[in-house]
């Protein structure tokens, strides 16, 4: 049974690009924000992306509007009741995961399957708050969506072979490359990216190089497509200040201890790309380095 009517809970910078994908792979999707600002909001960013994808000739006109004309939007959490499958990419908060999610556990039908595309949490977290842990899985994506490949699926120890199963095919119908991971947090990917992240912001406190000369550095000398600061901008402070906390909390181990100067960015708003500030300025055309010391 393949799953066709999709619900995405969250319309930020991840939800955006999941509900794209999906429409994009024949889904009929559903879009849920908490408010009409960020229905508008989170309807500009798939529209800018598909639009780069027109100017690119990956799409055509015609299958761009075919693409928006299969996506719903909503503020109401019972628009999302008779869903296969709902992804939620809400803020890196399990408080506000739960909550939806319970909500969702009393509206849907047996049939649906709940994924989350947590970054840091763990699944079974999400699992053991529902009355259907057999059917709760992670859909890890990576920003953006629309471009990286990878998607990890994760299970818990409840969740059942064929949830697993319609997950992982699910990732494979929207173009992506599925590898199955284990409900740890920081799953593959993070575990690695995440110490990576904060060591540099670490070593720009302690007056290593300045943030424009580590970027290359990393770009140049490893090949990396962009350096960390340009990579802590792009997936948002405040979003790497919550996975930091929560992978500090869960293993106690000082590599992903948010340092200070990520929670002074944090406080002053300075989220990255999404807030027009962060390690750099994005006023202009170009990025401009800022001085955080
Ligand atoms: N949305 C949609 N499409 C985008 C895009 C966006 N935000 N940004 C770029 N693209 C597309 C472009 O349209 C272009 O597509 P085609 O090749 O089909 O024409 C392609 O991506 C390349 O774009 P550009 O040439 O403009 O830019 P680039 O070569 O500099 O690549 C990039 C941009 C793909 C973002 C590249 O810089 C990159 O791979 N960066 C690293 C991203 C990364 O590490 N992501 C993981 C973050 S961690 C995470 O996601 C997990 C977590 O839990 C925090
Ligand atoms: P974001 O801040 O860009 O977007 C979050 C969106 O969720 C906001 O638009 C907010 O209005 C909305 N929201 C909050 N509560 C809601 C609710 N109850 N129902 C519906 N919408 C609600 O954040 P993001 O970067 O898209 O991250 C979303 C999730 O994806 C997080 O769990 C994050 O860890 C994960 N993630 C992020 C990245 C990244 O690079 N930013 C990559 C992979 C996974």
Same mark, same amino acid.
């Given at each position: 049974?393949?799953?066709?009517?999709?619900?995405?809970?969250?319309?930020?910078? @991840?939800?955006?690009?999941?509900?794209?994908?999906?429409?994009?792979?024949?889904?009929?999707?559903?879009?849920?924000?908490?408010?009409?600002?960020?229905?508008?909001?989170?309807?500009?960013?798939?529209?800018?992306?598909?639009?780069?994808?027109?100017?690119?000739?990956?799409?055509?006109?015609?299958?761009?509007?075919?693409?928006?004309?299969?996506?719903?939007?909503?503020?109401?959490?019972?628009?999302?009741?008779?869903?296969?499958?709902?992804?939620?990419?809400?803020?890196?908060?399990?408080?506000?995961?739960?909550?939806?999610?319970?909500?969702?556990?009393?509206?849907?039908?047996?049939?649906?399957?709940?994924?989350?595309?947590?970054?840091?949490?763990?699944?079974?977290? @999400?699992?053991?708050?529902?009355?259907?842990?057999?059917?709760?899985?992670?859909?890890? +994506?990576?920003?953006?969506?629309?471009? @990286?490949?990878?998607?990890?699926?994760?299970?818990?120890?409840?969740?059942?072979?064929?949830?697993?199963?319609?997950?992982?095919? +699910?990732?494979?119908?929207?173009? *992506?490359?599925?590898?199955?991971?284990?409900?740890?947090?920081?799953?593959?990917?993070?575990?690695?990216?995440?110490?990576?992240?904060?060591?540099a912001i670490r070593h720009l406190e302690r007056g290593v190089a300045s943030i424009p000369d580590m970027d290359?550095?990393?770009?140049?000398?490893?090949?990396?497509?962009?350096?960390?600061f340009?990579?802590?901008? +792009?997936?948002?402070?405040?979003?790497?200040? *919550?996975?930091?906390?929560? @992978?500090?909390?869960?293993?106690?181990?000082?590599?992903?201890?948010?340092p200070p100067l990520l929670k002074r960015l944090?406080?002053m708003?300075r989220?990255?790309?999404?807030?027009?500030k962060g390690f750099y300025d994005?006023?202009?055309?170009?990025?401009v380095p800022l001085d955080v010391g």
């Open positions: 049974m393949s799953i066709e009517k999709v619900g995405v809970a969250g319309c930020g910078l @991840m939800g955006s690009g999941i509900a794209e994908v999906a429409a994009r792979a024949g889904k009929d999707v559903r879009v849920r924000e908490i408010d009409e600002a960020q229905v508008e909001a989170g309807r500009g960013r798939i529209e800018k992306s598909l639009g780069r994808a027109v100017k690119r000739e990956k799409i055509t006109a015609e299958e761009r509007d075919e693409v928006l004309g299969r996506i719903s939007f909503t503020t109401e959490v019972e628009a999302l009741a008779d869903r296969d499958l709902v992804i939620e990419a809400v803020v890196e908060d399990l408080a506000v995961k739960n909550e939806l999610f319970q909500a969702l556990d009393e509206l849907c039908g047996d049939q649906t399957i709940f994924a989350s595309n947590t970054s840091s949490l763990t699944i079974t977290d @999400m699992a053991a708050a529902v009355n259907r842990p057999d059917r709760v899985v992670g859909l890890h +994506f990576f920003n953006p969506v629309p471009v @990286m490949k990878l998607v990890e699926v994760v299970r818990t120890i409840a969740t059942s072979e064929e949830t697993f199963e319609r997950a992982f095919d +699910f990732a494979g119908e929207l173009g *992506k490359e599925p590898v199955a991971a284990k409900d740890n947090s920081g799953f593959v990917v993070n575990l690695l990216l995440v110490p990576y992240m904060l060591d290359k550095a990393m770009v140049l000398g490893c090949g990396y497509p962009m350096g960390p340009t990579l802590c901008d +792009f997936v948002g402070n405040d979003t790497t200040l *919550k996975i930091a906390e929560i @992978m500090f909390d869960e293993y106690r181990e000082e590599r992903y201890a948010p944090v406080a708003g989220y990255g790309r999404k807030s027009g994005y006023s202009g055309d170009e990025p």
